[in-house]
């Protein structure tokens, strides 16, 4: 699905990936955990396409096509889905209006009509109550006045919403309480297929308690120096990095 | 040549055919006006509320004078000035600043007005509706005048659109901008100017929607001058979505206590386009309250500029005052001039202005972009979102909801008068 070579990247002329090289296959689902700052967002930035990242050095392929090539949202058309840390707040632009352009915009691209207004909104209904998403927020600003818990949880409901192949939880669970991690997570269970992947970055066990990692990376100064299996999550739990960078 | 000496020799051709064309009201005051006009000549960029706009090129070319009387439907409100069912004399031309250059040259050249008046307590169940519509087969100039009379206790929903014949509307068919018949292939440029006066009497409601949607070829020049009694309620909501060049000056009089004004404005401007809001609020008396709110987006080479002033008088104690004026840049060859002021001699008061010019959020962009929506379109619904704000606050539905889906079509280039044609690059 994904198979990522040497990849290098800087954000605002300083390099934070440092060759960076990661295969995901079809139906895996991998954690990357790592200290603050070693790279892990810039990471999933990059593989969205967030054009403040710039790519130095690599290559990205995403089912057999070159996604540095693409543009961010031609990527998210192709099926990559990023659980924003920090979701974004649109004023003005209401929670259906932003789905139903997203929705339209992924089904253009597969060369599909746009949903009739009465099939959205039943599909809307539909997903809402995957994450337990109320009503009242679709009619608000896109994550405006919305809290913590609910942003994290509009996030899979949008996931749940464009049906993405490869997704990627970008420290989906920070700020969430245990409740609400659940329902995110299980949310997020529900929705996969035995074909979707996915990059979960954590620093916490309890989401991975949930979302079962088959793989286990850890990235330390823009490179995954480890690699494991659910172990290793456990591990770093209790003890933390420090014996991983004694190792290097 | 500076610009006016056309208009002086204009006036002196053609001052005495304006009269015979005209009515005694609007002739009682002409000369004067045209004294004032020729006194002062166009203003220059040095005139504190014209610093933002080129009268002078502006008005250089010339344009033929139209002199055809009003098409007006005849209606229960609205009049012709010869034909008024009261006395306008106290009213026309005293309103309105006198010593402005663009005013006096409106009253040396006007040859018609139109006439709104409601009776007292009068409340009209409809909203009156005015279209200009600029036509003609060669450069022309017009010099539009209405006054608009409310009495106690009458109410009023007014609303102006701005427009040009369908020969240009027509988005599919560009022949008109193209030199179809009798067409130059230049295009037909307009140049209007416009005074409105409107005197609210006592407890009385007035709303005003001016809308224009005219072409890249059209320079308008719209002077609004609102007076308020007591406990009146008024607002002017002012929306450009397609121009040339537009300089559109407000001024409201609170001349009794317990009124209120709101001020709206919505500009959408790219290409070459210029529109240059200029607003007054006047509080003579205590206990009134005033509300504007600007919003402009600017794209392609397009340049906004606002400037607005609330003054309060020493005596005009308790005004609570509220200005902002919000605009985006959406484009990084747009630009947008911001001047918001407060000029307070009063010591009991409220009142607060702000301004904020920024560009596009692009957090905000790439999150829709990750979710599969092109740049363009996350562009557009940003856009559509910042004006949403203005046109909210439109209490007429049907306008309201009109509005909505033109501004979004406007952010579309789908109010592009002709889908290729030059003129509308």
């Keep these: ?136 927020l679709m009619n608000r600003s896109v994550n405006e006045g919305f809290s913590g818990g609910e942003k994290k949880r509009n996030e899979i409901f949008q996931m749940a919403m464009l049906e993405p192949t490869f997704c990627i939880l970008d420290e989906t669970d920070s700020g969430l309480d245990v409740d609400a991690l659940r329902i995110v997570a299980q949310g997020f269970n529900t929705l996969r297929t035995a074909e979707t992947s996915a990059m979960v970055i954590t620093h916490y066990q309890r989401l991975l308690d949930y979302i079962k990692p088959d793989i286990v990376h850890v990235l330390i100064d823009g490179k995954i120096v480890k690699t494991g299996g659910p172990d290793l999550a456990v591990k770093i739990e209790n003890e933390g990095f420090d014996w991983i960078k004694a190792e290097l | 040549m500076k610009s006016e000496q056309q208009y002086i020799e204009l006036y002196s051709e053609a001052g005495t055919l304006i009269k015979q064309k005209s009515c005694e009201v609007m002739n009682a005051v002409r000369d004067a006006a045209f004294e004032v006009f020729k006194s002062q000549g166009f203003p220059s960029k040095k005139v504190e509320r014209y610093k933002y706009t080129d009268v002078d090129a502006a008005f250089a070319p010339n344009y033929g004078i139209s002199l055809n009387p009003y098409e007006i439907k005849p209606s229960k409100y609205i009049f012709r000035f010869s034909e008024a069912p009261i006395d306008i004399t106290p009213y026309y031309n005293n309103v309105a600043d006198k010593s402005d250059s663009i005013s006096a040259l409106n009253t040396a050249l006007a040859h018609d007005g139109i006439l709104i008046y409601v009776p007292k307590n009068d409340k009209p169940a409809d909203p009156i509706q005015i279209d200009y519509t600029l036509r003609g087969s060669q450069d022309t100039m017009m010099n539009r005048r209405v006054l608009i009379i409310l009495e106690q206790g009458a109410e009023a929903t007014i609303i102006l659109n701005d427009k040009i014949t369908p020969q240009y509307d027509a988005i599919q068919d560009s022949s008109a901008h193209r030199g179809g018949e009798g067409q130059s292939p230049e295009g037909i440029s307009f140049l209007t100017t416009q005074v409105i006066e409107a005197v609210c009497k006592d407890n009385s409601r007035l709303d005003i929607y001016e809308v224009e949607e005219t072409y890249t070829l059209c320079k308008r020049f719209s002077n609004v001058y609102i007076q308020e009694g007591r406990d009146c309620s008024v607002k002017h909501n002012s929306i450009t979505l397609f121009n040339g060049q537009s300089r559109n000056l407000c001024d409201v009089y609170m001349q009794g206590e317990n009124s209120e004004v709101t001020l709206n404005g919505c500009v959408i401007a790219d290409k070459n386009q210029r529109v240059d809001n200029n607003t007054l609020i006047h509080h003579q008396v205590p206990n009134c309250q005033s509300n504007e709110l600007y919003k402009y987006v600017v794209d392609g080479q397009a340049v906004g500029a606002f400037a607005g002033k609330i003054l309060v008088d020493k005596d005009a104690q308790k005004i609570s005052s509220q200005e902002t004026n919000a605009n985006l840049c959406a484009s990084s060859d747009a630009r947008m001039y911001t001047q918001p002021m407060l000029e307070i001699y009063a010591d009991d008061v409220k009142c607060a202005h702000g301004s904020t010019v920024g560009v596009m959020d692009e957090s905000a962009l790439f999150y829709m972009r990750q979710r599969g929506i092109c740049e363009d379109e996350a562009r557009t619904l940003l856009k559509n979102a910042f004006m949403g704000q203005v046109i909210d606050q439109i209490q007429l539905q049907p306008l309201r909801d009109k509005l909505y889906v033109k501004v979004e079509k406007r952010f579309r280039g789908e109010l592009d008068k002709c889908a290729d044609c030059r003129l509308c690059k």
């Excluded at chain 1, 290098?8 to 954690?31: Q, S």
């Excluded at chain 1, 979701?87 to 992924?106: C, H, K």
């Design chain 1, 1 to 136: 699905m994904l198979e990522i070579k040497n990849l290098h990247a800087t954000v605002g002329g300083k390099e934070i990936l440092k060759g960076v090289n990661l295969t995901i296959k079809d139906g895996e689902i991998h954690a990357l955990m790592g200290t603050n700052g070693a790279g892990k967002s810039t990471l999933s930035n990059v593989i969205v396409g967030n054009p403040a990242y710039e790519v130095t050095e690599g290559s990205i392929i995403f089912n057999g096509q070159d996604l540095l090539a693409m543009k961010t949202e031609e990527r998210a058309n192709a099926g990559i889905f990023m659980s924003f840390q920090q979701p974004v707040e649109i004023p003005g632009v209401s929670m259906t209006n932003f789905m139903r352009a997203a929705v339209n915009a992924r089904r253009a691209a597969q060369g599909k009509e746009p949903l009739k207004s009465t099939d959205f909104l039943k599909v809307m209904r539909e997903k809402r109550k995957l994450v337990e998403i109320d009503q009242k």
